[in-house]
């Protein structure tokens, strides 16, 4: 067993969470952030998941591991909300909280995602989930005392990507540090902070949201702003394929609305504040802390230093006109050489 296995193992020992017997600790994928272990103990199978104080990223990224409470409260929270959207948690402690193991039956949306299957059902799963724990925890005061993590949210978010980016384009740094200083003087509803198709398993009747560690009281834009940009850039992926992530992106877009029950002037402002995170996002994802790493073609990374350049100078627009502009732009790049395919293969 690695060292980190027997760390934890030892963990659960001192917190009496384990039999004495024989217990088998086994790896799970935990991507930058985390240690993650799945635990087999007798007839018992759970996850225990720990934060690691340095990020597995190129760049040094240190984050308090007290991240992982954080974490715990968001899945309590949202829990009581729409209990079958998240893991059930068990137990909690300064080094590591437990959680319910989901089995082999649920897919990585992402791998799907990346393999090509299209599935337009998880993005509006996705959708209408956001906008219910958003609707449901805006200007709950608990949610905001609980989840007063603005240092987290900086370490883990504001920092690496807004502002690492804009130091790497100072033409483009007055944008960043703008909207740094606004995101973080916004305290509307319950922001999960990594709302992106990796963090989701998928299947034919159930769809589990899972990391929340930069879970915070804040500004809800930037959920909806971080997968969106996701699904924008799978689409560059895939390019010259055409995924029609056009339609999915317009069908996440008019679900979240839905479900919010914005007023006209609410989703107006929302849709502003999304737009502009939208376009800093996609830029952070190749430039920032934490580039996508499926992303490394240079002419891709160029088609997205060069889109979100342009919009930022021309002032964005709404959500839908920046996702014109994009398969616009996608459509130029390629010479209208965009292969169609179905979703469904």
């Given at each position: ?7 934890i193992l030892n963990l659960l020992r001192r ?327 179905g979703g469904r293969q």
């Open positions: 067993m690695a060292e980190a296995g027997v760390e917190d009496n969470l384990v039999s004495e017997n024989e217990v088998c600790v086994t790896p799970l994928p935990g991507g930058v952030s985390s240690n993650v272990f799945l635990i087999q103990d007798a007839d018992r199978s759970f996850v225990v998941k720990q934060a690691l104080p340095r990020l597995k990223v190129k760049d040094l990224w240190k984050a308090d591991t007290s991240r992982n409470r954080n974490e715990y409260e968001y899945l309590r929270y949202v829990g009581r909300i729409v209990p079958e959207s998240v893991p059930s948690v068990f137990a909690v402690a300064n080094d590591y909280f437990t959680m319910e193991y989901i089995g082999p039956e649920l897919e990585s949306w992402k791998q799907l995602l990346l393999s090509g299957l299209h599935y337009p059902e998880h993005a509006l799963r996705a959708a209408k989930l956001l906008g219910t724990i958003h609707r449901e925890s805006a200007a709950d005061p608990a949610a905001k005392r609980l989840f007063d993590t603005t240092a987290n949210f900086h370490q883990l978010r504001t920092e690496p990507y807004l502002i690492t980016t804009g130091q790497r384009h100072p033409a483009l740094r007055k944008y960043f540090e703008e909207e740094a200083s606004r995101l973080e003087s916004t305290r509307e509803a319950l922001v999960h902070g990594d709302y992106s198709p990796k963090n989701f398993l998928v299947g034919r009747d159930r769809l589990v949201l899972l990391d929340c560690e930069v879970a915070w009281y804040g500004d809800p834009a930037f959920d909806l702003a971080f997968l969106l940009c996701h699904l924008l850039l799978k689409s560059l992926y895939h390019a010259p394929r055409n995924v029609h992530m056009d339609q999915i992106m317009d069908g996440v877009i008019e679900t979240y609305y839905r479900e919010q029950k914005f007023t006209a002037a609410l989703q107006q402002r929302c849709d502003r504040n999304t737009g502009r995170l939208l376009l800093l996002l996609l830029l952070a994802r190749v430039d920032g802390k934490s580039p996508v790493e499926y992303l490394n073609a240079e002419d891709k990374l160029r088609f997205v230093r060069a889109f979100v350049a342009s919009e930022l100078e021309r002032n964005g627009g709404s959500l839908r006109e920046i996702a014109i502009g994009w398969f616009r732009a996608l459509q130029r790049q390629y010479k209208g050489d965009l292969r169609k395919s």
